[in-house]
């Protein structure tokens, strides 16, 4: 699984996607830089008469609302229709799915455009699944990534997306499919938008790799194993991101094996 | 006092807030790397549709208007208007006040709203109070600290604001009260955007600690002693910005109270 | 001549200029940071009523169209055309020029105003100037720096502008005269936003030092002797943003001097 997986890897330095990002203010930078580490090409805009061309050049799209307004969110609506329209790839990070009304309606209208790819915690994930009314803490996550399987199921039904439930342990589901991840460290949460640089590498593999569920699980336990090593050799949060950058740009396979710990639904560790 | 301050920094972290931040797109990332890293979950968002949920679900709420535009400037008011309302503490930095017409019209608007602190430098402090035609040199401070406490003053009486002046010395002033802060390094005024990040942190801290002069005194104290200890530990700007957000992340109480340098309006040495 | 550069990069720092900048939403905690590494001050200011008054208050502008929306185009041209009049020199980074019909429609209406120079990579360049259907491949290279020449040769003609094509090696072209930096290091083409920095680095150099030529030769010798330096020492992207902004802040003239290739277009290294 390892070496599949390290294929991958290698799989999306060789094609060097070009990936197309609408997201949040907070973390632009910082997604730009981590899919330059993992070998794509980041473009980020949001102009409404340039989305068109822009999704046409790209081999992905990248769709986060952790900040919005009027103009973002129509940016959004454009570039994931076009995306569907010529078959890209698209990935959705719902950042704060249930912490109000606006951001529901948001991704209600963003569904419809089916989504390769739906990345969030626990708590977005069970609020986007309308299974229940679970409250978000913010963008933090106050269900276990357990709960929440049942609702990446019923997304999946729905969209055909696969579904990834970030947490202390990373879980990929797709119809009768979940790979568990069981890498990261918890200073990762004490760093803002490393969730949304995981999905905007999710975005570069899902255009370089063509089982979504593969893509998916490699560019998970890409980041997941970077930054554990990366926070075994940080001092704090600060110098995390700088070393989780450092990782995912000069990883090697031997490190990567011998961090990987992944596991599928059949519980078999591979 | 330095054991006051440090169970004050306790209680952040204990508290966890949620600090809704409509701030600059400079600094974004860095503001909420600072919040995270002394205990508080950041939220950044600026819709008008959802500002008064956000608000609402928020413990406080920080507004600076380092870039402004039509639309930001009405979500600050939205925000503000809605904070006051819910009687929530919120924090204004007052980037750049003086530097243009507009700025000081965006400011009269806000003021209304009672901020329950303003931190600026002294150029920004005095400009705020028109007590002269003080001329900003964009957002750095020309006019010393000790300058601008009768505007201070000025400001307090009308708005019941704490307002912190920030420079070499950080002096918190309210009615009678008056703190001196004597820590923080020349290099930190090399890396853009510190004065937000201590902004942010002071909305962290109003959320939390119920005396609001000690919550500012108590914040700024914990950004200007860490400030210090990582400037000693730097290269030069690029790598304090990385030591600073370790430092507020991983600070000792022994550290902490062998650098803190405060001094009261008494001007006994505590 | 690396003794002239480095006059000229003491220049700068005694003269701190503020510097505007309308530039991208990805790079703007960047740009600034090395703005205040080189010994200028920056401010990021786009509100349409303050733009003028913006302008009158800075030394120079820098125009950089990374991200663009109907407002931020606004922006632009109305502080292009205040610089104009007031016979400031701005600085124009045509990010992604001919990747879309929009990029270069906006880029025809800032050109007018005449930028004092123009720093984009050879595929921008090569399309700025409509010489060849070049298609850009987001914001990288596909063009080397030499097919260029010809092309900024033409927009100096046209504009006036010092025209640098950044690359492996940066070429600074105005008339006859063209000058060759040949320092750099592969590694910066990982990390977002280093050409960005590069031009607003420029604008404080071109605010200082009378001419044009020589100042944008020192602005990119000094970056890319630095991002030299810092790429030595650095683990990977991550360690090398906060490295260059170390060096961009703490270089010595002997450390410039010794590392600095630098050649004229009699191609006589200097």
Redesign the interface.
């Known amino acids: 699984m390892a070496k599949n997986t390290w294929k991958h890897i290698q799989a999306v330095r060789q094609a060097a996607p ?1 990936v197309h990002n609408i997201t ?7 997604t ?2 981590a899919l ?2 993992v070998g794509a ?10 989305l068109e ?2 999704v046409s ?1 790209c081999q992905s799209l990248v769709v986060n609302i ?6 973002f ?1 129509k940016s959004m609506l454009l570039a994931a229709k076009k995306a569907r329209e010529l078959n890209k790839p698209w990935v959705l990070d719902p950042v ?1 799915a249930g ?5 529901n309606q948001v991704l209600s209208l963003l569904l419809p455009y089916r989504p390769g790819v739906i990345r969030g915690n626990a708590s977005e994930i069970l609020s986007l699944a309308q299974m229940k009314g679970a409250a978000t ?4 996550s106050r269900a276990g990534s357990n709960e929440a399987i049942e609702a990446a199921q019923y997304l999946h039904e729905q969209y055909g997306s696969v579904v990834c439930i970030s947490g202390a342990t990373d879980i990929i589901v797709s119809k009768a499919r979940q790979t568990f991840l069981h890498n990261g460290d918890a200073l990762m ?5 490393l969730g949304c640089s995981a999905t905007a590498v999710t975005g570069a593999f899902i255009a370089a790799i063509e089982d979504p569920h593969e893509a998916v699980t490699a560019a998970m336990a890409l980041f997941g194993v970077c930054g554990e090593l990366a926070a075994r050799q ?6 995390l ?10 990883i090697t396979e031997d490190e990567f094996a011998a961090t990987l710990k992944i596991s599928s639904n059949a519980q078999v560790s591979l």
Chains 1, 2, 3 share one sequence.
């Open positions: 070009l949040n203010f907070v973390v632009m930078n910082n730009a830089n330059l580490a090409s980041p473009i980020m805009a949001h102009a409404h008469p340039e061309e822009m050049i952790g900040t919005l307004d009027d103009y969110v704060g912490a109000t009304a606006y951001r803490k913010g963008v933090d949460t004490k760093v803002t938008g940080s001092n704090g949060p600060g110098t991101q700088s070393a989780l950058l450092d990782k995912l740009h000069n």
